[in-house]
């Protein structure tokens, strides 16, 4: 079966950097996306992965690694607006988009 | 208005009721979507049409009815709900992938608790 799989919480400290792994397992591959999701509030796109390497946008980056079925999300200098969820979803070989079950990640004065 | 509009926000309903939710989005796509979010569940795609088309019906049960009159509207509706039916429901949009990275657009999402 196809699964994405990325941790359930996460906790940092403000100022730092967090990085968020995904891991996936689908039936071919056409690009991976992060997408933030405050509590109630609607999910909103961050990147978009098709090819190896990183991609840094600001102080979000994401790194995707195809051979190995994995993707990092940096956060760096976080702020208190950072708390949210990560969604991690993978585009598989029919263009159908396979979800994570996302990250909630936890910001700390 | 901007982006993908979702009423009502929140919404709850006895089993035996009727009811539907709305979706409309300003952003000139053509492709929308519903998804059913539970908490620390992944997103799971319920409908998807494509210019007012469905093409896609994921296994959803007889009591979830979509419509989409054009390509700007979407709806939801319900009946006879079960309790287990209590979520988040989030419409999306986007355009093509060819036209972009097929990016969802989404609205805020209805909150449906079932009595």
């Known amino acids: 079966g196809q699964n994405i799989d990325q941790p359930t919480e996460m906790t940092a400290t403000e100022g730092a950097i967090v990085q968020i792994n995904c891991t996936y397992q689908?039936?071919?591959?056409?690009?991976l996306f992060w997408y933030q999701q405050h509590a109630g509030e609607a999910p909103t796109f961050l990147s978009y992965?098709?090819l190896d390497g990183l991609e840094e946008k600001g102080r979000f980056s994401s790194f995707l690694s195809r051979s190995k079925g994995y993707s990092y999300l940096l956060l760096k200098e976080l702020q208190m607006k950072d708390s949210a969820s990560y969604l991690c979803?993978?585009?598989?070989?029919?263009?159908?988009?396979?979800w994570g079950a996302g990250t909630k990640l936890i910001i700390k004065p | 208005e901007t982006g993908v509009t979702q009423t009502p926000r929140h919404l709850v309903m006895g089993m035996t009721n009727k009811k539907s939710l709305k979706c409309e989005q300003h952003?000139?796509?053509?492709?929308m979507y519903w998804y059913k979010q539970s908490a620390k569940k992944p997103l799971e795609l319920m409908f998807v049409?494509?210019?007012?088309?469905?093409?896609e019906n994921n296994s959803v049960p007889s009591r979830f009815s979509p419509e989409c009159p054009n390509s700007s509207h979407l709806f939801l509706h319900l009946h006879t709900l079960q309790p287990e039916d209590s979520a988040l429901y989030l419409c999306?949009?986007?355009?093509?992938?060819?036209?972009?990275?097929?990016?969802?657009?989404f609205g805020e999402g209805s909150r449906l608790t079932v009595l």
């Open positions: 979803a993978v585009t598989d070989s029919n263009y159908q988009l396979i």
């Open positions: 952003l000139g796509h053509n492709a």
């Open positions: 999306a949009s986007s355009q093509p992938e060819r036209e972009g990275t097929g990016e969802l657009f």
């Open positions: 049409y494509n210019f007012k088309e469905q093409t």
């Open positions: 689908t039936s071919g591959f056409n690009g």
């Open positions: 992965n098709v």
